[in-house]
C-alpha cells in the first residue's frame, strides 16, 4: 500500500537491521511495531530518536491500550493500534510528513 502511494520503503526484519540501514540512508518517517524480536519497538524507538532526533517515528501495536497505558513511549511520535484501516495509516502518514 505504501508504495502505491509512491512512498519509497525500506523493510528490515530486526531492529539491528533496522538501525544499520538508518545509518546508511536517509528516511522521511519510521514506520516499527511494538513486538518485535530481540529488542522491542519501544527501546528501537529510543535509539532511533537518539542518533535521529528529528525522525519522525510511527509505532503500530497490537496492544495500544497496554502501551498507550504506560504512556507513549519515549521516541515514539504517534502510537496506532492494530486493527488499523488504510484510511487511517495515510492519514496518519500524511499528518507526520507534513509536520517536517
Known amino acids: 500500500m505504501l508504495e502505491f502511494d509512491q512512498h519509497k520503503v525500506k523493510v528490515t526484519t530486526t531492529a539491528a537491521d533496522a538501525l544499520d540501514v538508518c545509518e546508511k540512508e536517509t528516511f522521511d518517517l519510521i514506520i516499527l511495531d511494538y513486538l518485535m524480536p530481540v529488542m522491542k519497538g519501544d527501546k528501537l ?15 503500530i501495536t497490537a496492544d495500544a491500550e497496554k502501551v498507550e497505558s504506560l504512556n507513549r513511549p519515549p521516541g515514539v511520535d504517534l502510537l496506532m493500534g492494530k486493527p488499523f484501516q488504510l484510511t487511517e495509516l495515510r492519514e496518519a502518514i500524511g499528518s507526520m510528513l507534513r509536520k517536517e
Open 45 to 59: 524507538a529510543i535509539a532511533l530518536k537518539e542518533r535521529f532526533p528529528h525522525l519522525p517515528i510511527l509505532m
